[in-house]
Every structure is written in C-alpha cells, then in structure tokens.
C-alpha cells in the first residue's frame, strides 16, 4: 500500500517568514495530494489540493508543488501570521482508480509561528 | 449546514466495556470513514463505508465495528474497550472516495 512520510515534524519560524512542509510517497499511481490544517481542539480542515496533471497550485498565501518524478510534494505558506499556528498534515490517494481505502495521512508537522 | 457531527465530545471507560461513538452528515456524502489520531502517529483509518449497507476495514480495524444502515449515519462500536484504544476519534465524509474531506469535531476517548 502506499506510506506517505512528512517532514519536518516540527517547524517553528517568525512571523513574517516563510514555512515549507515537505511529504515523500511511494506509490507512483498516487495521484491526488491534498494538505490539511488541523487547529487545536478541531478537526483536519482541507486547505488546499493538488492533481497529479499539475505541478503548482496557489491559493493566495499557500502553494504547493509536485514532483510527480521525484515522488514528493511540498505546501509553501508565505507571509506567516499567527493564525498560521496548527499541525498540517499531507495525504495521498488514488482518485478514480478502484481502490477503497481511501486517504493515506502523513504524520502531521506542527508549525509554529514565533512572534 | 451542520456538517459532519461527532458524539459524544469526551468519553471515559473501564476496560471492557462497550460504547458505539457516532456521526452524523447531512451532505448527502457516499463516503464515510473513521479514524484514530495518537500522538506522532497521524490519522490511521478504522473502516470505511462507500455508501448505505456497504463498509469495509481500514489499517487498524481490530476491535471496532461499524454499520451504515442510512447515508447520513456511520456509528462506530468498541466491543470491549481496550487502554490501546485511548486516543482521538474523528468521522470524516466525501462526496466519493478521497476527496475533499469534511472531519467531525473529534471524539476524545479515554480507557482505563
């Protein structure tokens, strides 16, 4: 099956600056790649996503990349507030493709955001 | 719209017994799954169900049950509750298989 591995798992920079979370996977009919954000107390919360026809993907102040080669994708956040603050988490998954098992979840980076 | 709805919020059993956690949509969603979140574990998939009457079992599916008798309900049953199965449980759904999950609030259980 497919192992999803993330990176960092912790990440702490100042407010103002950039945060980059980094995700591998292994199985290369994976082709859809959605992050989520999970405050505390709440439930994850999709904050955006990504098909394996596309490289990069913006939504104002997050983006993310694919690599469909190197098998990893990345969320970039730039401009960092303090709301920014959670533990995000990559998935992958197969859309379309038969399999019923769903999303495979990394293990979550908690990004704090240092005033 | 209420989304997906967890309960109970905090939970608290003695080892051995039972206690069904539910959730609720009203999405309309096919898709219904449960998982568990541990500390440096991520999100681990129990079961799943890709509609009314059908379900089938995720990574870590060992003393849990689940039924789908109506597309808005997928309650999940511990049948003799275990300390291992202290953690946080969240219900998600979809309009299909993978995308776009809407998660429930959690359900924070404890076993002791």
């Known amino acids: 099956g497919e192992n999803v591995e993330q990176h960092p798992s912790t990440l702490s920079v100042q407010e103002g600056d950039s945060a980059v979370i980094k995700c591998t996977y292994s199985?290369?009919?994976?082709?859809?790649f959605p992050w989520y954000k999970q405050e505390l107390g709440k439930g994850p919360q999709l904050i955006i996503d990504i098909r394996s026809n596309v490289g990069e993907k913006k939504d104002q102040r997050i983006a993310v990349t694919l690599n469909k080669t190197a098998k990893h994708f990345s969320l970039h956040i730039t401009e960092t507030q303090p709301e920014d603050s959670a533990v995000y988490f990559c998935a992958a998954s197969i859309l379309g493709g038969g399999g019923a098992d769903g999303l495979t979840f990394g293990k979550g980076t908690h990004l704090i955001i240092q005033p | 719209n209420a989304g997906v709805t967890q309960t109970p919020k905090f939970q608290v059993l003695k080892t051995g017994q039972s206690m069904t956690l539910q959730c609720a949509q009203d999405?309309?969603?096919?898709?219904m799954s449960w998982y568990r979140q541990d500390p440096g574990m991520g999100l681990r998939l129990i079961h799943y169900?890709?509609?009314?009457?059908?379900?089938d079992q995720g990574e870590v599916p060992n003393g849990y049950n689940v039924s789908r008798s109506t597309t808005e309900d997928f309650p999940l049953r511990l049948l003799s509750a275990a300390p291992s199965q202290t953690s946080v449980y969240f219900c998600?759904?979809?309009?299909?298989?993978?995308?776009?999950?809407?998660f429930g609030s959690g359900t924070r259980l404890t076993v002791v």
């Open positions: 199985d290369s009919a994976s082709n859809y």
């Open positions: 998600a759904s979809s309009y299909f298989l993978s995308y776009g999950y809407t």
């Open positions: 169900s890709v509609g009314a009457g059908i379900t």
């Open positions: 999405m309309n969603h096919e898709y």
